[in-house]
Every structure is written in C-alpha cells, then in structure tokens.
C-alpha cells in the first residue's frame, strides 16, 4: 500500500513524515511528494497544513494541477484523505484568516478566528486538550472519548451540516476537532505529535 | 479541557547533555536523545533543548540531535540556543524541531519575529525574554544572559506579541538556578499584559514552585534541574499537581 503525504510548501511537515514511518515501519509505503501521478496512483493521501490558511491555498495553487488532482482523488475516486489542522481547515467553503480565501469546498463550512470571549482565552489555543468523540469515526478506532491531543490553532472550522463532526473539544466555546465524512477524514489536533494514541490514530488511517 | 503543560528542558553543549539525568539504566547519560525519549515516555506535554554551544565550529551538532530525537520523540520539541536567522529557523525545523525559539536576534531585530512567524506560522515561533530585575521593573538582557540591553521586559513582551510570536517563554535570571522558586510577580504581569500563552522559566526547586507558576497565570512551566538530577520524575510532577487541583494531562 502507498500513502502520500502532499508535500506543497506548507511549512514544516517533518512530524507528520516522521509519525507516519513510524507507525508504517516497512510494512506501508510512505511517500512524500507534490507529483500529481504519485498522488493519483497512491491508496491515501494525507494532507498537512501549516501557517495560514490563506498560505496553505495558495501553497496548493502554486503547484499546477495539485488542486485538481486532489479533487478527483478525494471526490471522484473517493479514496481516504487525512486533512491535518489547516489541511482539515482547507475543507471548508471559505476562510477568514488574513483576507476571505476560498477553500477546497469538500465539506460545507467556513473557518473563522476562535472567540476568545474578549481575551478571557489565549490564542493560540496551543496544548493538550480532551476531545469528546461524538461519531464512532474509523480513525477513532481504540480511542476513547476524552483522550487528550496536542492542539495549536487560531482559527476553527465550522461545518454548516453537524453530522459531520466526529468529535470537538472544549476551548472558549465547543470546537470542532474532528470530522468524517464519507472517505474524508480531518483533525484540527495533530496527531502526530499526540504521543502513543496520535500514532494510534495514525495507525487507524493507514489501516483503513 | 486545556490542560497546563510540564516541559523539561535539557541544556545541550556540542551535541550532549550538560547536565544529565542520573538514571542507572541509562546506557548513555550524555546523550540527548535518549534522555527526551525518558522525559516523554514519562508524560512530558513537550521537550525543550537548548543548545550553549559556544563555539561556531560545532553548532551544526544541535541539528543532529534534533533529527535523531524527532523520530522517537512523538510530542512537541522546542529548540532555542543561537537561532540568529530565518534560515537558522528553517533548518531546525527540517531536522524536526516543531517550534523554534529565538532570543538574541529577536531583541537586535524584531523583523525576524515578524517575517518568521509570516513564514512559518506563529504556532512554531517561540521567544525566549531573559529578565533581571531593575528598580521598579525589569530589564532584558541577550546572549545567554550576559548583555543588559536597558530595554523593559514589559514592553518588550507586548512588543514581541504584535510582531507575531506565538508563545512567550520568560526566564527570570535573578531565579534561574537559585531553586528559589519562579519570580511569581514577573509571570504574574506578563501573562495578564498578553493574549498568548506564557511558559514560566527558571527558580524551580520544589514541585510546590510549578503550582505557583501555573497559578501565576502562565500557561506552562518550564524546568531543568529538578528533572535534570532525577529529584522528581515529570509523571511526580504531573501527579502533585493534580492533587493541587491543577488540570494537566495523565
């Protein structure tokens, strides 16, 4: 089996490499790359994302044909994605960070600044954080509820339709940290850097 | 619920451990990696290195380090320690580090701050404020502690805030290594003065000096020694602190 991870100039995507050529050991092909037949051809993809949200887009933009290729992996083909905080964001419809940036529109939604209720919250909520698993997600295999993920985020994605949201946490108001929708998955939380039950999570998107 | 983080920190001189655990079982007491790997293991919400290599010649030892220790390693590592550039950042970054922080070159020249936190993201752009008390106030200094800069921590750490910086690691030097406990006041008026969170540095001796930074306001605490010499392990410090009732990760 091959998994890729897209490689698009989104900042440091060393962790996630790491993460997953640990729990892949040899038994799993970990590529890393931006070439779209390697894309096409792989059994899952896995899409990181750091910085902005308009950066990441425009990180996807900048490879000719990237957005397109992902479009027909993830929605004609419907084979499993892994969106990993912005990756999840990029999602959405749309974003508000720096300037309105349209995203990849696969979930309906938008990603909005946290409200961090007049500076009663600190931004970036950056730390370990319970999720409360509110779908049984495949991803969630062997997880329980309340288990605690490294999170560092501004910014939160709202999905228009709830059933989506496989799981949210409490930070100022109840975030959505998680969500499935048919073979589309997305943590706003990093799993690779979640410890034992991160690489757990990971495990559980390889062996999809 | 947020949780308050424990980070030990480990000070790392030419690729190894300045001062090191004392752990029997240890194969190599000198090596960083298998020192982090300990410290995670044993519930540590992140690791930080700083590197005091002195000499320029084997300042690229800490980048190996950092490689070796980010593929064991599975919680967020932090390195500080002579990061002067952009490019400085990126390379650490490379190697695996997932937030970098920068104290010297912050101070000579904010733009790095902001232009690295553009780059990067704040969420991996860390800066570490050095603040010795002076009359009223206190005062930044550079270059591991040694150079007064006449600059006030206060506005400096507001500063660095609208320049982009996405955590505020603050020591105090007039604590650092006195076992004395955090300076409380110090903490205290950072944290309330930003918006993004603070990691208290430098005093710890007890595990009763963690309670009262994170009551302080900061969002983490740091500490070196006590984890360092093995007088409490991080899952000790995890334990006592939920027994004062502070929310933290077990």
């Given at each position: 089996?091959?998994v ?27 590529e ?31 490879i000719?044909g990237?957005?397109?290729t ?7 083909n419907k ?34 600044k ?16 319970q ?10 295999k ?17 999905p ?8 949210t ?13 048919e ?12 410890d ?13 | ?19 090191g ?15 982090a ?6 519930g ?20 190996e ?20 550039s ?5 390379k ?17 020249n904010?733009k790095?701050?902001?232009?690295s936190?553009r ?11 050095d603040?010795?008390?002076?009359n ?21 750490a507001?500063k ?9 690691l603050?020591?105090s ?8 406990g ?10 309330s003065?930003?918006?993004i969170?603070?990691?208290?540095s ?20 740091l ?20 027994s ?7």
């Open positions: 089996m091959d890729t991870i897209v490689d698009y100039k989104s900042g440091n995507i060393s962790s996630v490499i790491n993460s997953f050529k640990e729990v892949a050991k040899d038994k799993v092909n970990i890393v790359t931006s070439d779209l037949d390697k894309i096409k051809s792989s059994d899952k993809v896995v899409l990181p994302g750091q910085g902005s949200f308009k950066s990441c887009i425009d990180g996807l933009n900048g000719n990237l957005i397109d992902l479009n027909e992996f993830a929605l004609n084979k499993p994605l892994l969106g990993i905080c912005v990756g999840l964001q990029m999602f959405a419809d749309v974003g508000y960070e720096e300037v309105e940036t349209k995203g990849l529109g696969w979930i309906s939604g938008k990603v909005s946290i409200d961090n209720q007049n500076g009663k919250y600190k931004l970036p909520h950056i730390g370990w954080n999720i409360n698993i509110v779908k049984d997600s495949k991803i969630f062997d997880i329980e509820s309340n288990s605690h993920m490294y999170f560092v985020h501004s910014y939160e994605f709202i228009n339709d709830n059933s989506v949201t496989a799981a946490t409490d930070y100022a108001s109840n975030i959505v940290c998680a969500v499935e929708k073979n589309l998955f997305g943590t706003q939380f990093h799993p690779e850097k979640s034992k039950l991160g690489l757990k999570i990971i495990n559980n998107f390889i062996k999809l | 619920m947020l949780k308050n983080r424990i980070i030990p920190c480990l000070d790392v001189k030419n690729g190894r451990v300045v001062k655990i004392n752990f029997v079982d240890l194969k190599d007491a000198g090596d960083p990696v298998e020192q790997k300990i410290y995670s293991d044993g540590a919400d992140e690791i930080c290195f700083l590197d005091i290599t002195a000499s320029n010649e084997n300042r690229d030892t800490i980048y380090v950092v490689e070796k220790t980010s593929k064991k390693c599975f919680v967020p590592l932090t390195v500080g320690g002579g990061v002067r952009i490019d400085d950042i990126n650490l970054l490379n190697c695996g580090a997932d937030k970098v922080s920068i104290n010297t070159a912050a101070v000579q904010s790095v701050v902001e232009d936190s780059k990067f993201g704040s969420q991996c752009i860390v800066v570490a404020i603040a010795k008390r002076k009223d106030g206190w005062e930044i200094f550079t270059h591991g502690g040694r150079n007064p800069t006449g600059i006030n921590a206060l506005e400096f507001s660095m805030e609208k320049c982009g910086a996405g955590e505020l603050v020591t030097m007039d604590k650092d290594g006195t076992q004395s955090y300076d409380i006041e110090l903490m205290q008026k950072i944290s003065m930003v918006n969170p603070v990691i208290a430098g005093g710890v001796g007890t595990l009763d000096h963690l309670v009262d930074g994170i009551k302080s306001g900061a969002s983490a605490v500490a070196a020694s006590i984890f360092h010499y093995g007088t409490y392990s991080v899952n000790e410090a995890k334990q006592y602190l939920a004062k009732n502070i929310p933290v990760r077990i």
